[in-house]
């Protein structure tokens, strides 16, 4: 399984509510970032927690962080139809030299 | 000014040719990568470069070739292309080669072969 792994694969919600995606990881990491994807785009970089930090929040973003569970969340509140898209993360490991994406999320915001 | 621009956006060519992609960004960045995404969206990193130097070459076919001109500019070559190559190619740059920043991706090349 490759490092860098979300659940869940899917998310169907309506407007207005919070959506929580996970990503669990296997190797040490330096930092941890949050990608959106829209339909037929590139990945838009959301946020970035470092291993030294617990929490982090970005207007409706709030990403945790567990390097003892080697695990991360994303949560979107308030979501919108616009929120609809994939959300990837990428784990970066500087001995490695290179970021690791998982598999994403494919979320579905109904109006 | 888009940030990190690659050309074509879409391409469509026969089994065998050989076509070239092309990545610019503006941002000042020293790393720039290609990343492919296949069809399932996992995104898989295949070539990095710091300043013009290749630092990261993933197990990618010879068929595929870097280049890099300068820190601004970085090229992919495919020679005989194959139907397994069909997916979405992405080009990528960071203010450094550990990424600490994180990604700035552009909006990807469509590659189908047929």
């Known amino acids: 399984s490759q490092q860098g792994e979300e659940d869940p694969q899917a998310l169907s919600i309506q407007e207005g509510e919070n959506a929580t995606m996970n990503c669990s990881y296997k190797?040490?990491?330096?930092?941890l970032q949050w990608y959106r994807q829209n339909s037929g785009r590139g990945l838009v970089h959301l946020i970035l927690?470092?291993?030294?930090?617990r929490e982090k929040h970005s207007g409706r973003l709030r990403v945790t962080l567990d390097t003892s569970k080697k695990s991360s969340s994303l949560l979107i509140t308030a979501s919108r139809a616009a929120d609809t898209a994939s959300y990837f993360c990428a784990t970066l490991n500087t001995n490695a030299g290179k970021s690791t994406f998982g598999d994403g999320t494919t979320l579905t915001v109904k109006p | 000014d888009t940030a990190v621009s690659q050309t074509p956006k879409y391409l469509v060519t026969q089994m065998g040719n050989d076509k070239s992609i092309k990545c610019e960004q503006n941002l000042g960045h020293d790393t720039m990568y290609w990343y492919k995404q296949d069809s399932k969206k996992f995104l898989k990193i295949m070539f990095s470069?710091?300043?013009?130097?290749?630092?990261i070459n993933e197990t990618v076919p010879n068929r595929f070739s870097p280049k890099s001109p300068d820190k601004a500019h970085l090229n992919l070559h495919i020679n005989s292309l194959e139907l397994g190559d069909s997916a979405v190619y992405f080009c990528a740059s960071s203010q450094d080669r550990r990424g600490r920043g994180g990604y700035t991706f552009g909006s990807g090349t469509r590659l189908t072969v047929v």
């Open positions: 190797t040490s990491i330096n930092n």
């Open positions: 470069y710091n300043n013009k130097e290749l630092i």
């Open positions: 927690i470092r291993s030294n930090e």
